[in-house]
């Protein structure tokens, strides 16, 4: 049991020298604030045992890491219909990309890239009266901690500069594959976007993707043992922006990662393991985080390879 603890301390001195290589991201004004020294571990199993090293407990923005939570909370509602609006193929592009989406006539690659979570959205604010109260409390059950919050900074200064996003949005409503106004869906993709969570949280809230749906401390399931499934492929195709061969690669697991320095990564039956380290290598997945993955991966000889 304490061999983990082990792993995560090892791995921790490791990927110190790494900590400066990254870049924190600049195109939030909020973020750019960010230390890149911060570094935070934490492994949660199903089992109930937790590992934590460095900052694991300290709340950071989880950014692209909450398509996950849209996703699995649309797949549960719509099943099959949201399909119908946006693909589950790896985009091979980076996340902000406007060319595919014309190519594809409007129709997003998959819901990780930023066009394909617009659309996740949308379908947010028809499926609930009031979509970020429903996604909070949909994320706080999932993490067991009635504390998580948005954060208002986060969102705004996104707001203020995500001129690509709203390209994006207003790219898909022109293909007509957007059924609210732009400015609405934008909203409360910002606001979703700015989740605070620590790593102890984020490990905690996948823990029902690591036990074919249903959370293991409370035994309540979360979604099906079929949608499970279907979203750990997703993770492991689609979540690692233009990287998610070299993830598979290197760590072997799904996973997602966001640009607040955050990557997931599930280990089905067995564990979460959580990363945040802010600075980030050009494709936008945290370039020590990615390193500390594949080094637990390496360490542990465990992949679902
Ligand atoms: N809010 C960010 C954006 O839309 C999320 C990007 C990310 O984490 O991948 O640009």
């Given at each position: 049991?304490?061999?983990?603890?082990?792993?995560?301390?090892?791995?921790?001195?490791?990927?110190?020298?790494?900590?400066?290589?990254?870049?924190?991201?600049?195109?939030?004004?909020?973020?750019?604030?960010?230390?890149?020294?911060?570094?935070?571990?934490?492994?949660?199993?199903?089992?109930?045992?937790?590992?934590?090293?460095?900052?694991?407990?300290?709340?950071?923005?989880?950014?692209s890491i909450s398509k996950v939570f849209t996703l699995a909370m649309i797949m549960d509602?719509?099943g099959d219909?949201l399909w119908?609006?946006v693909g589950r193929e790896a985009s091979g592009?980076?996340f902000?990309?406007?060319?595919?989406?014309?190519?594809?006539?409007?129709?997003p690659r998959n819901p990780f890239i930023?066009?394909g979570a617009?659309i996740v959205?949308?379908?947010?604010?028809?499926?609930?009266?009031?979509?970020?109260?429903?996604?909070?409390?949909?994320?706080?059950?999932?993490?067991?901690?009635?504390?998580?919050?948005?954060?208002?900074?986060?969102?705004?200064?996104?707001?203020?500069?995500?001129?690509?996003?709203?390209?994006?949005?207003?790219?898909?409503?022109?293909?007509?594959?957007?059924?609210?106004?732009?400015?609405?869906?934008?909203?409360?993709?910002?606001?979703?976007?700015?989740?605070?969570?620590?790593?102890?949280?984020?490990?905690?809230?996948f823990?029902?993707l690591?036990?074919?749906g249903?959370?293991?401390?409370?035994?309540?399931?979360?979604c099906?043992?079929r949608q499970a499934k279907r979203i750990n492929a997703l993770m492991q195709t689609c979540g690692l922006y233009?990287?998610c061969?070299?993830f598979a690669?290197?760590?072997?697991l799904p996973g997602k990662s966001?640009?607040?320095?955050?990557?997931v990564a599930v280990?089905p039956?067995?564990?979460?393991?959580?990363?945040?380290?802010?600075?980030?290598?050009?494709?936008?997945?945290?370039?020590?985080?990615?390193?500390?993955?594949?080094?637990?991966?390496?360490?542990?000889?465990?992949?679902i390879?």
């Open positions: 049991m304490t061999a983990y603890q082990d792993i995560i301390e090892k791995i921790a001195l490791e990927v110190k020298p790494l900590l400066q290589e990254g870049k924190v991201a600049t195109y939030i004004p909020a973020l750019s604030r960010i230390s890149p020294e911060k570094f935070g571990m934490s492994v949660a199993t199903v089992k109930g045992e937790l590992f934590t090293i460095g900052d694991a407990d300290e709340k950071f923005s989880i950014q509602r719509i219909a119908e609006r592009n980076p902000n990309s406007l060319i595919q989406l014309e190519y594809e006539n409007g129709k930023n066009a617009l959205t949308d379908l947010m604010i028809l499926e609930n009266k009031d979509p970020l109260q429903d996604l909070l409390g949909f994320v706080r059950k999932c993490a067991n901690n009635p504390e998580i919050g948005f954060d208002a900074e986060v969102a705004l200064s996104e707001k203020m500069t995500g001129h690509r996003n709203a390209a994006l949005a207003s790219f898909l409503k022109s293909y007509g594959n957007l059924v609210n106004e732009v400015e609405r869906v934008l909203d409360i993709y910002f606001h979703q976007c700015s989740l605070s969570m620590s790593c102890v949280d984020l490990s905690r809230a823990l029902f690591a036990n074919g249903t959370d293991p401390r409370s035994g309540k399931m979360i099906g043992p233009d990287e061969g070299e690669y290197r760590v072997g966001g640009v607040g320095g955050g990557i280990m039956g067995e564990l979460v393991l959580t990363v945040w380290s802010p600075g980030l290598n050009p494709s936008g997945n945290s370039l020590a985080g990615m390193k500390a993955l594949e080094l637990f991966t390496t360490y542990t000889a465990r992949s390879f």
